[in-house]
Nanobody, 125 residues
Framework: QVQLVESGGGLVQAGDSLTLSCTVS????????MGWFRETPGEDREFVAA????????LYADSVKGRFTIYRDNAKKMAYLQMNSLKTGDTAVYYC??????????????????WGQGTQVTVSS
């Protein structure tokens, strides 16, 4: 069974930076797109960023565009989310996920097959 483990979450102040990591293990898939989503209590999980296998195409939610950067290292089977200029509104549990079926990188939650357990990011004012 594929496992995804996120790390790097924590408590930071508004304006700070944080980098989340996602490690993929036990994967028999040769390639997959990777995405980051986030969820706050009482809200639906929302798309944050995604990157295709070759790291040629990326997608970002409008709310994070220009502040967040997604990248990956296929040799290490890892993906990262560099978050700059954090805002209190970025407070959420962040999840990484992989899409093993799509030809092109997607932003829709249902396209992603495997998910991590999430890591909490809290941004204080």
């Amino acid at each position: 069974q594929v496992q995804l483990v996120e790390s790097g979450g924590g408590l930071v102040q508004a304006g700070d930076s944080l980098t989340l990591s996602c490690t993929v293990s036990r994967s028999a898939f040769n390639n997959y797109h990777m995405g980051w989503f986030r969820e706050t209590p009482g809200e639906d999980r929302e798309f944050v960023a995604a990157i295709d296998w070759y790291a040629r195409n990326t997608l970002y939610a409008d709310s994070v565009k220009g502040r967040f950067t997604i990248y990956r290292d296929n040799a290490k089977k890892m993906a990262y989310l560099q978050m700059n200029s954090l805002k209190t509104g970025d407070t959420a549990v962040y999840y990484c996920a992989i899409d093993v079926n799509s030809r092109y990188v997607k932003s829709r939650e249902y396209e992603y097959t495997y998910w991590g357990q999430g890591t909490q990011v809290t941004v204080s004012s």
